[in-house]
């Protein structure tokens, strides 16, 4: 039997159009973990009759109730007294909670506020969940087959007091359930051929969830198995990805969640080559994605933002007829582009982005979203033309996508040689 | 009286570790700006019973209830069943919605699947919304007091429809209120300085409602007056935006929103000058942040990406004998980055960054987080140390911050003079 929980999420600041519960997101992987099923999620203010009321139904309704915030030394944080309201329970002092919280405070060189009494009171007969990060301690009542869990809302003291004494409770509830992800990331396809390629395979699987996401540039394969047998999760999800990948080949880029940047930075690493990078339309997209990851100053060499037709020609040595004959966006600039940087970085690999991301200099024969991609090594210097849709930041990101993805591909083209 | 409203989120794929729900912040935005408050937001899979009762406590408890998602044509899509149930009332065919919708999929040159006539079924007595970006009509139904608006999930679907059937019924509902919005981004102070220094100032204030909030590398200032009278709204948000701008001085960038980048663009616009930048740690960040902004090539010429200290003497001409004695990231290498891509691109500022964003590299005295910015202009040259706590991706994101701000400082005192 699966069992099901909800999450109620408590805080003003969390029903504002700027910021929203983003808790949830990880206990949602947690609990999914431990073959828990989320079935609700609730976000509520300071407002007492409706956390009281939201509280009272969850616990009715599914096996796992989990609370996060509202658990301050400020009349605003209600969630104690009315989460112990909600299963008709009284508070009760502790003693030796208040004696730690006046400990604490001086170790900070500070009295403890009398208002931070109010968090020495614990739900009758719940169990105390310490907080080394922070001064509000946790809750975890156990109710006949169900837990009612009440956590802080910052995600450093939650995340440490839900894997320290909340997990394991959880894993017991839930029983021998064991669930394993895995997730594949595809570029080059659209959502919709992915699934039509796919689905005739995941299909024979009706024990993996399989769920395809689009996320600006590429495609998200999230693959859940779930089973009684560690070993045989693990073995399921493992077989179905290696079908996935035959089936997508190359536009198959991360079979463990990696992202583009990281599996060229690995490619260059294994391989001890180099890289540079020369932009226009993406500004320094391109090595800022590269560079985000750790260790690449091994493989990438240089950078260069060449706004301007002069840094065109100064710095990457593109042609002056080539910008006249062509344009800046076109093929034979691209090329130019990725060979210029190249050579003048003494990489290599040169790879290069021209285009308009707009919203203007768009024209007929190359409206905006026009893009070239140029790609040079020892041997060759090649091409590729796009048209992205999107707006401005979109059009940036995908051209910076195609070009790590149009260098991946030459780079296993070149290597299959 | 203030309006209440609550907001149910409905679909399975809103209860993964993935995604949730984002249209409920541009919903509370709406709601907000009509002087509703959002008292309570829930997100629920396809499970009717669960569905039902949130809508039944939602319509008892507030004055205004938004359904989003759930209208597709599918089994799972149980929204319209469930909030008619909710409320008492029967689904009603409506035999013109089905022939426009079968019109609809002709002119797709395709015929309407069986499954879409559960689209043509209406809680009794509801308002019909059109949709014409979707085959999932809306629906509208005024109970004494009181509002259920059924909205289909997709944004580009869900907010033309909100802002042309519903904010009139909401405004009329909510009364003549009027809400101003004014955001001002604070840049070089910590969260709880800015409320110490402004505090004494809004608490002046009662009637605006004023949060600060951290975001990465800046403060912003979120101010929202209510007011019957719409210039009573405005001139109040004014007055005290003026207030904290001459209590922060120069750490207010933007009075309305605009980003750093933003900033800086429009102030090189105004005097037509033009900028370059070279970037070590930041790999092509503050090249990506300043060419964001549309229009910016003219005024954004160059920028360097030198990784390696190769590349940062033969593009930027720093000295080899700088390297040596100070290291590249120094206060002299930051200098010589600097005015070497100033030079290089013929530029009136130059900007550089040059640290380390870890995690490897930091040594005792330049631990990780010790980044250097560089400035020059025609007259001079300087540089600022700073030390950034966080991972490789806020020390990289902050590092870009502080360039751009310094080269805002610096040129505002350049044109002081």
């Known amino acids: 039997m699966t069992r099901t929980a909800e999450i109620v999420a408590v805080g003003s600041e969390l029903l504002t159009p700027e910021k929203t519960d983003t808790n949830s997101l990880w206990l949602t992987e947690k609990l999914n973990e431990a073959g828990v099923e989320v079935m609700l999620k609730t976000i509520v203010g300071d407002d007492e009759a409706r956390l009281e009321e939201t509280i009272r139904d969850a616990v009715k309704r599914s096996d796992i109730v989990i609370t996060t915030g509202g658990l301050g030394p400020t009349e605003d944080d209600v969630t104690r007294q009315v989460s112990g309201r909600a299963v008709g329970r009284e508070l009760v002092y502790h003693e030796e909670l208040e004696a730690h919280l006046r400990e604490r405070f001086r170790s900070w060189g500070r009295e403890m506020p009398e208002i931070n009494k109010r968090q020495a009171y614990i739900i009758a007969g719940a169990e105390i969940l310490p907080n080394p990060n922070g001064s509000a301690v946790g809750m975890l009542l156990e109710l006949p087959g169900k837990l009612l869990v009440v956590l802080p809302g910052p995600p450093r003291e939650l995340m440490p007091m ?126 800022m994605r590269l560079t985000e990851v750790p260790g690449s100053s091994a493989y990438f060499l240089e950078g260069a933002v060449t706004y301007s037709n002069e840094a065109k020609m100064r710095t990457l040595g593109v042609p002056e007829t080539t910008l006249a004959e062509h344009g800046a966006v076109s093929a034979e600039t691209a090329e130019a582009m990725a060979s210029g940087i190249r050579e003048r970085a003494g990489a290599d690999y040169g790879i290069a982005v021209t285009g308009i991301a707009g919203p203007g200099g768009g024209s007929a024969e190359k409206p905006v979203g026009t893009v070239f991609i140029g790609y040079s090594d020892k041997s060759q210097t090649r091409s590729m033309r796009f048209n992205f849709p999107g707006d401005r930041f979109l059009i940036r990101w995908r051209s910076s996508q195609a070009a790590l993805d149009y260098l991946r591909r030459r780079m296993l083209k070149a290597k299959a040689v």
């Open 162 to 287: 839900y894997e320290n004494f909340v997990a394991a409770k959880v894993r017991a509830l839930a029983g021998d359930i064991h669930v394993r992800r895995r997730m594949l990331r595809v570029s080059g396809m659209g959502e919709s051929a992915v699934d039509e390629a796919i689905a005739p395979i995941y299909r024979a699987y009706p024990h993996v969830q399989t769920s395809i996401l689009f996320s600006k540039s590429e495609i998200e394969v999230h693959l859940t198995a779930k089973s009684e047998s560690e070993d045989e999760a693990a073995r399921v999800l493992d077989e179905l990805a290696e079908k996935i990948r035959d089936t997508l080949g190359l536009a198959v880029f991360a079979m463990n969640g990696e992202t583009l940047e990281e599996v060229v930075g690995r490619m260059l690493s294994e391989s001890g080559e180099t890289l540079a990078s020369a932009e226009s339309c993406t500004g320094g997209l391109v090595g």
